[in-house]
């Protein structure tokens, strides 16, 4: 599994930022039912993926933070996952 430049690979995710070993975002929705159905069928993706987020949830708003620990950072994983989650809040 090859690490990338979290830097690199959020130029190309729309709203993403990337850390030393991270890359990041703030999902908002309209309400809670929206922001958690968004969770749920995230869930269901990463786990199909064996490849989980670190998230967390306040009413509408879901901050998402991708990394796969195994590897020490962002890999390809970490890519597929932002874009299921930009698929699934569009």
Excluded at 11 to 31: A, E, N, S
Excluded at 49 to 62: G, L, Q, S, T
Excluded at 64 to 84: F, N, R
Aim: aromatic residues 12%; hydrophobic residues 45%.
């Amino acid at each position: 599994m090859t690490v990338m430049n979290p830097k690199d690979v959020a130029k190309d995710l729309d709203g993403w930022t990337g850390g030393d070993d991270f890359i990041t975002k703030v999902f908002k929705f309209d309400d809670f039912v929206e922001a958690f159905s968004f969770m749920t069928h995230i869930a269901i993706i990463a786990e199909k993926m064996d490849h989980h987020p670190e998230w967390f949830n306040v009413y509408n708003r879901v901050d998402v933070t991708l990394t796969t620990h195994d590897a020490g950072g962002v890999t390809e994983k970490d890519v597929a996952l932002a874009k299921a989650m930009e698929k699934a809040a569009s």
